[in-house]
């Protein structure tokens, strides 16, 4: 019984060891070269409310500005450290007007407009 036992701890390794040569870190420094994402934000419009989720890979410092069409700051955040950055926006008891949602990130600045009637 030992033996059996033996035997399978022994193949468990090798098949464990050809594995992780196999997918050894040449392999995945490549992959990592190769594989390049840059995503917007998702806006999501449901009703009266403004849902918004970004990927930030690089975790870099990402301001959520809200304005209304006075071009007046009604909210402002800065989130920083965060992989996945979400938030979402309840407009359904704000005053009738057209808000402007703007994200920005170190690759760029994205925008949604929401009009509250």
Do not use: C, H, W
């Not at 040569?21 to 190769?34: D, F, I, T, Y």
């Not at 955040?77 to 009738?96: C, H, L, M, R, Y």
């Amino acid at each position: 019984m030992k033996s059996v036992v033996k035997y399978t701890v022994a193949m468990a390794f090798l098949f464990a060891t050809a594995i992780g040569v196999a997918n050894g870190p040449a392999k995945s420094e490549v992959e990592r070269k190769l594989i390049n994402v840059d995503l917007d934000p998702v806006f999501v419009k449901k009703g009266g409310k403004l849902m918004m989720n970004l990927l930030n890979l690089s975790e870099g410092a990402v301001t959520v500005k809200v304005y209304d069409s006075q071009k007046r700051l009604v909210y402002n955040e800065t989130i920083d450290g965060q992989v996945v950055v979400e938030k979402s926006f309840n407009f359904e008891k704000a005053f009738e007007d057209e808000y402007t949602v703007v994200v920005s990130d170190k690759k760029g600045t994205y925008k949604e407009t929401v009009v509250v009637r």
